[in-house]
């Protein structure tokens, strides 16, 4: 659960953000992690928290991990996004490395020492 912060603090805020914005979870996980987050989430919260995304793409369903280019494009397109629209946020910088040489703005950030709502307000005002 850590590695994804703790939903009830961020629930809310992407919540708000998806009725201004398009947002897709993309992950390097597998069945297992994601079934314990949502048990340790409790239902309520974990389906508040997927429905807040308009694509979810983890690794073991798409068959591709992130740093691969291949992954970053197959997200794009199926979000209908030109990377140049999309702001993509990883706590990795090799992740964000391989974005940002297909044309994505990037935000490194890491859930456990960082402030998303804070930061993210931040840099959507630069990206409007």
């Known amino acids: 659960m850590s590695m994804l912060g703790d939903l009830r603090d961020e629930t809310l805020f992407l919540k708000k953000l998806s009725t201004t914005y398009d947002l897709a ?3 390097n ?3 297992t992690h994601i079934e314990a ?3 340790a989430s409790g ?3 974990w389906k508040q928290f997927t429905n807040a995304f308009d694509g979810r793409f983890l690794s073991h369903e ?3 991990r992130k740093p691969d280019a291949s992954y970053l494009e197959k997200v794009a397109k199926r979000m209908n996004a030109r990377p140049e629209e999309v702001l993509f946020i990883d706590d990795t910088q090799g992740n964000l490395d391989s974005a940002a040489a297909l044309g994505f703005r990037t935000l490194l950030f890491n859930c456990q020492e960082g402030n998303l709502k804070k930061e ?3 840099i959507l005002t630069q990206f409007d």
Do not use: K, Q, W
């Open 29 to 31: 996980t597998n069945a």
């Open 25 to 27: 979870l993309v992950s």
């Open 120 to 122: 993210l307000t931040a």
């Open 62 to 64: 798409i068959h591709e």
């Open 37 to 39: 987050i949502a048990a």
């Open 43 to 45: 239902p309520f919260l």
